[in-house]
């Protein structure tokens, strides 16, 4: 590699186990040295006239078998050029998260990690997923298009407070627990959502109070 700085592009992409009640993070196995064999961030280099949102796209597309299609939101995260962040030589890298859809399947060699296990990645990954996971927190109900993204037309309070401990507890990790009864009245308050008909068994005998997101007002 030479002294002029690559540009890489790589991409947080997250989305929300409900059963397992934790956030995932897309990780793929590298193909090439260094690091070859280990998951990481999916990533591509720019190339000669290519446009970032096109390289997003190929990223995840080539890397993780993830189609433009099912990328639901998505957003910057910042660039990333500390010296040393890549053995073969000086690059920069530009990052963005995407919040995909649910029902992504994982391929040969991708696999969706709960956040608290997307630990000691090559690179500066670790740092890229631990940023992300704090701007996607701090956009939580007031980015209505990421907020829907990440939780779907429907959820129930326990989702919307799993998300939220799953995101601060890694970009933060003393942040407290979301308090279930104060955020249930935050979300009866919200102009985005209705309270849903529907209930859903928590398997403690009781039912759990779920929402639908409405059509935004004209």
Known sequence: MSDQPLISIDVVALRLDRAAKTV???????????????????????????????????????????????????????????????????TLSITRYAIVASDVESTAGVAFVPLADATGLPFDHDLIIRRAARI??????????????LLGPSFTTLDAAEAQDSLAAHSEPTAPRVDRSNLARALKRSAWLGESAVQVPTGEGRQA???????PAL
């Open 136 to 149: 996607v927190h701090d956009r939580l109900w007031l980015d209505r298009d990421i907020t829907e993204a």
């Open 24 to 90: 995932d993070v897309v990780l793929a196995e590298r193909l090439n040295p260094p690091s070859a064999g280990e998951p990481a961030l999916p990533g591509v280099l720019l190339l000669l006239n290519e446009l970032l949102d096109d390289a997003v796209h190929r990223a995840l597309s080539s890397k993780a078998g993830i189609t433009s299609d099912h990328v639901l939101a998505s957003g910057d995260v910042g660039v990333f050029d500390t010296p040393g962040r890549d053995p073969r030589g000086p």
């Open 209 to 215: 109070r779920t929402w639908d997101f409405v059509p």
